[in-house]
């Protein structure tokens, strides 16, 4: 794993170009201008980033997030009480109900003006399942024949939460 150097920044991307893990902040303080700067631009460079080790309070997580843009709203789902911005989701051991969100989605996308970005912190993680994956659209289009970038470019599609948050 090659590891680049931005003042106190280091980025670390992964093996497979898509994603990667920076260290050298502290999330739980004010990020200095240029370190925000360099963690936006290697956001921008690998689309998903993560910081691990940072055990954030709700209180960092929101001061980080704000650092990154204004908080987004969910029309459907309530916040955690006294954290407006906050969402909390939470599974028990022995559920069987299907785990809100457990398909591919794109959270909030359906929005007309959808947030820059979701931030997650894990708190507790089952030692088998509760996954979060991403995929990378941009490189799923770039390997498309030409043919199929023929075929589905003319297609229009419109995400709606109707499905997902409706009562049926």
């Not at 689309?47 to 029309?75: H, M, N, Y």
């Not at 051991?93 to 398909?103: I, L, Q």
């Amino acid at each position: 794993m090659s590891v680049s150097q931005t003042r106190r920044v280091r980025v670390a991307p992964e093996a497979s170009g898509f994603g990667a893990r920076i260290t050298g902040v502290d999330l739980s303080q004010p990020l200095d201008p240029r370190d925000l700067e360099d963690v936006r631009a290697a956001w921008a460079r690998h689309s998903v980033v993560c910081f691990p080790g940072q055990p954030l309070s709700l209180d960092a997580l929101e001061a980080f997030t704000l650092q990154i843009g204004p908080f987004g709203k969910d029309p459907y789902i309530e916040p955690m009480p006294g954290r407006p911005n906050v969402l909390e989701l939470r599974r028990q051991p022995d559920e069987k109900a299907s785990n809100f969100g457990a398909g591919w989605h794109s959270d909030w996308s359906f929005l007309e003006t959808p947030p820059a970005a979701t931030l997650l912190r894990a708190q507790t993680i089952p030692p088998v399942g509760g996954d979060t994956l991403f995929v990378d659209a941009s490189r799923a289009w770039d390997a498309l024949s030409d043919a199929m970038k023929a075929v589905v470019a003319p297609l229009q599609a419109v995400h709606s939460a109707r499905q997902s948050y409706g009562t049926k």
